[in-house]
């Protein structure tokens, strides 16, 4: 392959280098096209353009493969658990023991929110989705601790622990008072001595006088859901924290704009849309089949299937359906939505629409019957998938932030409006 690319443009000969990555992957260096040329690159979707370089997270979608930091998904998903893969998500490196009672000392103390951040919930109507309050206590963070957000990305960086320490443990407690606030019950405050997962269970489930005791199945779950949904390289929401952390913004606003973008039902919501589209199914009898031909004329999209970039089995998927089979057999659960599911996969893996299309399972397919089976509520659902995506927003920030060379990210665009024209008085309009 050769180390550059030759572009004939009009009498023009260009030759732009050609960047390889650690894995392989190569991509054509434009960063001189335009003033090289007056021509920018057009890419809607940015299917085919790289907007960074990231040492984070590694994906071949066509080899089905994801690997955080260089460990494979199917190994850190059976050896390690969701504060583990975090540390290595945003740190680099699995941690040391020491490390690891470091960061998880840092989780602990950081657990409660600010007592006067309570009072912003009661300002919300009860049935207000939980990923509008997520986005706007996520951005209010700044507001309470502003000495982790000042917008001087230097200063930020020197606090950067701490922040986001913060931001990793706040977001279950946000998470778990907009889900008793919208219940009217009491708010339950963290408890020092649990664990991350088993302390997100009590501040939701737990009552005064009765606390919550997590089974180990249920939060070896929880571990595994989250891990699953730690990084996924510049997908819509990731891609969203760093155009605004490329603006100086804190760390705190550019996660609040990561949870903004992933709750479109295109990303994140296709989890809460897959149990909708199960459920509706279900209600009418169907077994899937129709649901399969509707899809296939275009009348509806089945949620959980296809992926901008893996065209191949999304290994997560894989991984948990397998966890969401064996989670419901050891709760004793039998959910009917399963064997839909079950039906759905194997109908469309044996389609030619969707194997022409290559739209396989993707993370969202089995992820909301696993939730539904710990007792998640379904308008939750994309707010978990926030919490599993929090190590992953907060890598790609501090990558941004720490950036000596980072520019502010600024695309460019083809104008297709009104050429140019006189103002009219408003007596000649109309
Ligand atoms: C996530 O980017 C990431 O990494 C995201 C994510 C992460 O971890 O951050 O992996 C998480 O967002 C997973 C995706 C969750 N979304 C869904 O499950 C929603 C359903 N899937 C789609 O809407 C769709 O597949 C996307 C959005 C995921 C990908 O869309 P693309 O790449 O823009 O594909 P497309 O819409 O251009 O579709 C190509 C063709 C079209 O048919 P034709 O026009 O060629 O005839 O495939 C069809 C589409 O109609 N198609 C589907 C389909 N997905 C695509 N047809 C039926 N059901 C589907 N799910």
């Given at each position: 392959m050769p180390n550059n690319a030759v572009l004939k443009l009009g009498d023009k000969e260009l030759t732009y280098p050609v960047i390889v990555g650690s894995e392989g992957e190569k991509a054509i260096d434009l960063r001189n096209l335009r003033a090289d040329t007056g021509h920018i690159t057009y890419d809607e979707g940015y299917?085919?353009?790289?907007?960074c370089e990231s040492a984070i997270t590694y994906i071949d979608g066509d080899a089905g493969i994801l690997r955080y930091r260089g460990y494979p998904i199917e190994q850190l998903a059976e050896k390690s658990d969701f504060i583990e893969t975090a540390f290595l998500v945003i740190y680099g490196e699995l941690p040391t023991a020491e490390q690891r009672a470091r960061f998880s000392a840092l989780l602990t103390e950081h657990a409660p929110i600010h007592e006067?951040?309570?009072?912003?919930?009661?300002?919300?109507?009860?049935?207000?989705h939980p990923m509008a309050l997520l986005g706007a206590m996520m951005n209010a963070l700044s507001c309470y601790y502003p000495a982790l957000a000042t917008n001087d990305h230097k200063r930020d960086l020197e606090n950067f622990d701490v922040a986001a320490a913060m931001a990793l443990s706040k977001v279950r407690t946000i998470t778990a008072i907009t889900y008793r606030m919208s219940r009217g019950l009491p708010v339950i405050y963290p408890k020092r001595a649990f664990k991350y997962c088993e302390n997100f269970m009590h501040m939701m489930f737990s009552d005064p006088y009765e606390h919550f005791d997590c089974p180990p199945v249920v939060a070896r779950a929880l571990n595994l859901i989250l891990l699953l949904h730690a990084d996924h390289e510049q997908n819509c929401s990731t891609s969203s924290v760093r155009m605004v952390a490329?603006?100086?913004?804190?760390l705190f606003a550019s996660c609040a704009a990561g949870i903004c973008a992933l709750w479109g039902p295109l990303h994140g919501g296709a989890n809460q849309a897959v149990i909708q589209m199960l459920e509706e199914i279900h209600a009418t009898g169907d077994d899937g089949s129709k649901f399969i031909a509707s899809a296939k004329a275009g009348k509806s999209r089945l949620m959980g299937f296809g992926h901008r970039v893996y065209k191949n089995y999304d290994p997560r998927a894989k991984i948990i359906g397998k966890a969401c089979e064996d989670l419901l057999n050891t709760l004793g659960i039998k959910d009917p939505l399963l064997d839909i599911a079950r039906h759905l996969e194997q109908a469309a893996l044996s389609d030619n629409y969707f194997i022409d299309r290559k739209l396989y399972p993707n993370v969202d397919f089995y992820s909301g019957i696993m939730m539904r089976a710990i007792g998640i509520p379904i308008n939750m659902f994309t707010v978990m998938f926030a919490i599993g995506r929090m190590p992953g927003w907060i890598s790609n920030w501090k990558e941004v932030a720490s950036n000596p060379k980072g520019r502010i990210y600024r695309p460019r665009q083809i104008y297709t409006g009104k050429t140019v024209r006189d103002y009219v008085p408003v007596d000649k309009r109309g």
């Amino acid at each position: 392959m050769p180390n550059n690319a030759v572009l004939k443009l009009g009498d023009k000969e260009l030759t732009y280098p050609v960047i390889v990555g650690s894995e392989g992957e190569k991509a054509i260096d434009l960063r001189n096209l335009r003033a090289d040329t007056g021509h920018i690159t057009y890419d809607e979707g940015y299917g085919n353009t790289g907007s960074c370089e990231s040492a984070i997270t590694y994906i071949d979608g066509d080899a089905g493969i994801l690997r955080y930091r260089g460990y494979p998904i199917e190994q850190l998903a059976e050896k390690s658990d969701f504060i583990e893969t975090a540390f290595l998500v945003i740190y680099g490196e699995l941690p040391t023991a020491e490390q690891r009672a470091r960061f998880s000392a840092l989780l602990t103390e950081h657990a409660p929110i600010h007592e006067r951040m309570v009072y912003l919930f009661e300002s919300y109507p009860r049935d207000a989705h939980p990923m509008a309050l997520l986005g706007a206590m996520m951005n209010a963070l700044s507001c309470y601790y502003p000495a982790l957000a000042t917008n001087d990305h230097k200063r930020d960086l020197e606090n950067f622990d701490v922040a986001a320490a913060m931001a990793l443990s706040k977001v279950r407690t946000i998470t778990a008072i907009t889900y008793r606030m919208s219940r009217g019950l009491p708010v339950i405050y963290p408890k020092r001595a649990f664990k991350y997962c088993e302390n997100f269970m009590h501040m939701m489930f737990s009552d005064p006088y009765e606390h919550f005791d997590c089974p180990p199945v249920v939060a070896r779950a929880l571990n595994l859901i989250l891990l699953l949904h730690a990084d996924h390289e510049q997908n819509c929401s990731t891609s969203s924290v760093r155009m605004v952390a490329s603006s100086g913004a804190n760390l705190f606003a550019s996660c609040a704009a990561g949870i903004c973008a992933l709750w479109g039902p295109l990303h994140g919501g296709a989890n809460q849309a897959v149990i909708q589209m199960l459920e509706e199914i279900h209600a009418t009898g169907d077994d899937g089949s129709k649901f399969i031909a509707s899809a296939k004329a275009g009348k509806s999209r089945l949620m959980g299937f296809g992926h901008r970039v893996y065209k191949n089995y999304d290994p997560r998927a894989k991984i948990i359906g397998k966890a969401c089979e064996d989670l419901l057999n050891t709760l004793g659960i039998k959910d009917p939505l399963l064997d839909i599911a079950r039906h759905l996969e194997q109908a469309a893996l044996s389609d030619n629409y969707f194997i022409d299309r290559k739209l396989y399972p993707n993370v969202d397919f089995y992820s909301g019957i696993m939730m539904r089976a710990i007792g998640i509520p379904i308008n939750m659902f994309t707010v978990m998938f926030a919490i599993g995506r929090m190590p992953g927003w907060i890598s790609n920030w501090k990558e941004v932030a720490s950036n000596p060379k980072g520019r502010i990210y600024r695309p460019r665009q083809i104008y297709t409006g009104k050429t140019v024209r006189d103002y009219v008085p408003v007596d000649k309009r109309g």
